[in-house]
């Protein structure tokens, strides 16, 4: 009988036992899944592995295979090329019983290993198998994640419209779940959409989003990410000094983690950053540094490693072009074009086309400046084609209404607790708490509206200052800059110059070929002259086919130079389309500001260049006396 008795307390004893770490396993299957638990070194990677063991019952068939779905993704970060083969084995197991969950787990799995082998291409098409997994297992995190895959893919790679659509459905299902690490990463992600397609107000509204909203304190990692994304929005508003410090505190947050990889990559952007501040000589010392530390990491995620090394050569031969070393920078760039095209991403091509032709500019090769400055017009033309033909405006009213919408849902929700609630209580609660209620509706509308009306500003501000046509500034706006420019250079005394351009006999063109084409010349010569200027320059549209173009810290030897650039660069335009061939010239008239007159002395002394321009025969340049 007490041997009867010891059996059965033993057997209690190992059920409970069982029963607890079947409940530890799950809770860190939860940890994991939901985003709650984070990795930044390989331990951490084992470590979590190492608990999932321990917390493994011993004779459990779908725990086991839990087990094994994570382990491809924690245990192999040192050994990619190993956990290829694992999953290989583990999928065809997963086949064979049709699991389709954990194959779209193994092919999210596959997607990062070949990621850090630096496979793009097979790390693609991991992700768009482990879509078709997840849609066949109607898993709603699998579909969010793999979703989330994608649109970072198509974010990258510059289809922003494929990206939002992505996004859009994966943060629809992630708020389902409630995992809000989750959530924080897409809208995170969806910022650094808007800012790729050069909405940078908007991508900052989506950061303060994911700040206030989602991020927690202690989570530093995510602290030093959100300052990461914030600092590229900031360079690109012109706010370089604001942006170096967003980077300078998240390479403090990276070496305070012990995360050598996010650190290099934030001092390659620290370099780019330091060109934009014309601090040369620091950028080129910040780039050394980079260079050894990117170098110590080829074993690791090579991800984006080539690219930020691509980068870094870019950069790198920015300052060394900027030094009046461009033969040293070419040498550089030679570098970078190859890192470059190992994924050929149209953002960075683009960067180093014009650098490039700055390089071998500087350099007194002019016909190789030229053609790598019609590779720059040519892929940046695509690339304007392509955003424009993607609505991606349209996609953002969407996605907006679509969280409005669930916003309200919320609301209703919470107020049909509310009334369950005051039904118990007496007549005069009821009517305080249906009071609050309307107040707190009131309040709910009214900051819409007042959203809705600040969005609707800020489009009617952008309208307001951009010619529809060429998407250049208006008049209006041209000459607010130039006012501020004049300005500007009275507190330097540094040289200040004008150009008026006017097409020659342009009026002969609409005429002729008729108005569709005319718009078609005056687009074409916008888009030559913008790839041309520098960054500080100022260029827009004063009416019918007269533009002024504004050049701070220039002189009028070195406008004189600029007016002829651009003037044979506008005659070299090819209208191939049109009959005969159509060749557009034009003729500029020039001043340098005075600092006794007003700006409008000083652009009618141009307006005066510009009509002795035209009484010499037209197509040519003559400066103001």
């Not at 040293?328 to 570098?335: F, K, N, S, V």
């Not at 020039?590 to 037209?618: C, H, M, T, V, W």
């Amino acid at each position: 009988m007490a041997l009867r008795h010891y059996c059965a307390a033993w057997l209690v004893s190992v059920s409970s036992m069982a029963l607890a770490q079947s409940e530890q396993f799950d809770e860190l299957v939860r940890q994991i899944e939901s985003g709650e638990r984070y990795f930044f070194s390989i331990t951490d990677y084992k470590t979590a592995l190492t608990e999932l063991q321990r917390a493994l019952p011993a004779v459990d068939t779908e725990r086991s295979q839990m087990f094994d779905r994570l382990k491809c993704t924690l245990g192999f970060y040192d050994q990619p090329e190993a956990g290829l083969s694992f999953s290989d084995e583990k999928m065809a197991a997963a086949r064979a019983r049709g699991d389709s969950e954990a194959l779209a787990d193994y092919y999210v799995c596959r997607y990062y290993l070949f990621s850090l082998l630096g496979r793009s291409a097979e790390a693609e098409q991991q992700a768009r198998l482990s879509y078709q997994a997840a849609s066949d297992s109607e898993d709603p995190l699998s579909l969010a994640i793999s979703l989330s895959l994608l649109g970072n893919i198509d974010s990258y790679r510059g289809n922003y419209a494929d990206a939002m659509q992505h996004y859009v459905t994966a943060y629809q299902l992630q708020r389902g779940l409630g995992y809000k690490p989750y959530i924080s990463d897409l809208v995170l992600s969806i910022a650094a959409t808007y800012r790729r397609m050069g909405l940078y107000r908007d991508a900052l509204d989506y950061i303060d989003q994911a700040e206030l909203e989602f991020s927690s304190p202690d989570e530093a990692f995510r602290a030093a990410l959100i300052m990461h994304e914030k600092a590229y929005s900031y360079a690109e508003l012109g706010d370089y000094q604001q942006a170096l410090s967003l980077f300078e505190q998240s390479i403090a947050v990276y070496q305070q983690l012990d995360e050598p990889l996010w650190q290099s990559y934030s001092k390659v952007n620290l370099v780019w950053i330091y060109n934009l501040l014309k601090r040369y000589d620091e950028a080129l010392s910040v780039a050394s540094d980079a260079e050894r530390e990117l170098n110590q990491l080829n074993g690791v995620d090579l991800s984006a490693l080539n690219s930020y090394k691509g980068l870094l050569a870019l950069y790198r031969a920015q300052s060394l072009t900027a030094t009046a070393r461009a033969s040293q920078a070419i040498q550089y760039l030679h570098d970078a074009e190859r890192y470059l095209q190992i994924e050929a991403n149209p953002r960075y091509l683009l960067l180093l086309y014009r650098a490039k032709a700055l390089a071998y500019d500087a350099n007194g090769d002019s016909d190789t400046a030229y053609q790598w400055l019609s590779r720059y017009v040519e892929l940046d033309q695509q690339q304007q084609q392509q955003a424009r033909e993607q609505q991606s405006q349209l996609l953002k009213i969407q996605f907006d209404s679509a969280r409005q919408q669930e916003r309200n849902q919320q609301l209703a929700a919470e107020k049909q607790l509310v009334q369950q609630h005051v039904a118990s209580l007496q007549l005069a609660q009821r009517w305080q708490y249906a009071a609050l209620s309307l107040i707190a509706l009131l309040l709910v509308i009214l900051f819409s509206f007042a959203v809705s009306l600040k969005r609707r500003n800020r489009k009617l501000h952008r309208l307001a200052m951009t010619d529809e046509l060429t998407g250049i500034a208006n008049r209006r706006r041209i000459m607010m800059q130039a006012e501020q420019e004049r300005v500007k250079a009275l507190d330097t005394s540094e040289p200040l110059s004008f150009l008026i351009v006017d097409l020659d006999h342009f009026k002969q063109v609409n005429d002729k070929y008729g108005h569709d084409v005319g718009d078609t010349v005056l687009q074409q010569m916008s888009m030559t002259v913008s790839s041309m200027l520098r960054e500080q320059d100022h260029f827009g549209r004063t009416g019918g086919e007269e533009f002024l173009i504004v050049l701070p810290d220039t002189d009028s030897e070195a406008a004189f130079a600029i007016a002829e650039r651009l003037r044979r660069a506008i005659s070299d335009i090819s209208f191939a389309d049109t009959p005969g061939k159509m060749r557009v010239t034009c003729s500029i008239g020039l001043s340098q500001f005075r600092p006794d007159e007003p700006l409008n002395i000083s652009l009618s002394r141009a307006d005066d260049a510009l009509y002795q321009a035209k009484a010499a025969g037209r197509d040519q340049t003559i400066g103001a006396a």
